[in-house]
Nanobody
Framework: QVQLVESGGGLVQAGGSLRLACAAS????????MAWFRQVPGKEREFVAS????????YYADSVKGRFTASRDNAKNTVYLQMNSLSPEDTAVYSC??????????WGQGTQVTVSS
């Protein structure tokens, strides 16, 4: 079993930056592809970024490409999302998720990111 806990959310002005972290418990972290999603109340959850088990491959939604960077430290069981050039449209609850066997089996509780104009 893997438990995921996000941190690093908060309030930031447009154009600013935040770095989210997702700490995982358990030795299975290294076997998981990790991803970040975000959700705004009343809207569907949106994929943001994913990173392979080794960290060698990343994939981004078009809306964040060039502004967000996913990374991971398997020694620390942690995945990160560096968010730059934030805009009010990035306001959402951001959650990390762990995927194994084609399914996102593990989810964090989410952290709120609010970008003011």
């Amino acid at each position: 079993q893997v438990q995921l806990v996000e941190s690093g959310g908060g309030l930031v002005q447009a154009g600013g930056s935040l770095r989210l972290a997702c700490a995982a418990s358990g030795r299975a972290f290294r076997t998981l592809t990790m991803a970040w999603f975000r959700q705004v109340p009343g809207k569907e959850r949106e994929f943001v970024a994913s990173i392979s088990r080794s960290g060698g491959s990343t994939y981004y939604a078009d809306s964040v490409k060039g502004r967000f960077t996913a990374s991971r430290d398997n020694a620390k069981n942690t995945v990160y999302l560096q968010m730059n050039s934030l805009s009010p449209e990035d306001t959402a609850v951001y959650s990390c998720a762990g995927e194994f066997g084609g399914t996102y089996n593990y989810w964090g509780q989410g952290t709120q990111v609010t970008v003011s104009s």
